[in-house]
């Protein structure tokens, strides 16, 4: 298991009771600039983002950076989600697929996992139909992030 730049601000701002809004605002970052990269949204923060963060939070970009104590290596980041409907899965795929391709994004393999994972998920919670504008709108702020 790898550790995430979210695992490490989480940590780190508990430290410091800081909530994410509070990093943004002492930082003068956009809104919910911290806040997407400890839920995911945001997967490859600037570089200047993120020496503004660790300015705020007294450390460094490559603390932020670097793995967790061993004590995280138990903590899952992602909760299971049950793998139980295999046409649902595949079609939430194709989708992914055919909306990188018809908008010409260039996305990475954890962020078109990502994307499925948060399909496929609220798909199962909305009796197995895929909402289209909730697939826009998930590549929308991923893409814009």
Known sequence: ?????ADQLKKRME???LKSR?????????????KNIMIGTSKNPGALTLKVIANVLGCSV??????????????????PLPFQDF?????????????TKEKGYN????????????????????????DMDFVEW???GMIHS
């Open 62 to 79: 490559d603390d932020l950076l670097s793995e967790l104590p061993s004590a995280a290596l138990e903590k899952e980041v992602d909760p």
């Open 22 to 34: 509070d990093v943004e605002k002492r930082g003068h970052l956009k809104m919910n600039a911290v």
């Open 138 to 140: 998930l590549f929308e």
């Open 107 to 130: 996305i990475t393999l954890q962020q078109a996992l990502h994307l499925i994972r948060g399909i496929y998920s609220y798909s199962q919670k909305k009796n197995q139909t895929i």
């Open 1 to 5: 298991m790898t550790f995430s730049l």
């Open 15 to 17: 430290e410091k009771n």
């Open 87 to 99: 046409d649902l899965f595949l079609k939430v795929v194709e989708i992914v697929v055919r909306v």
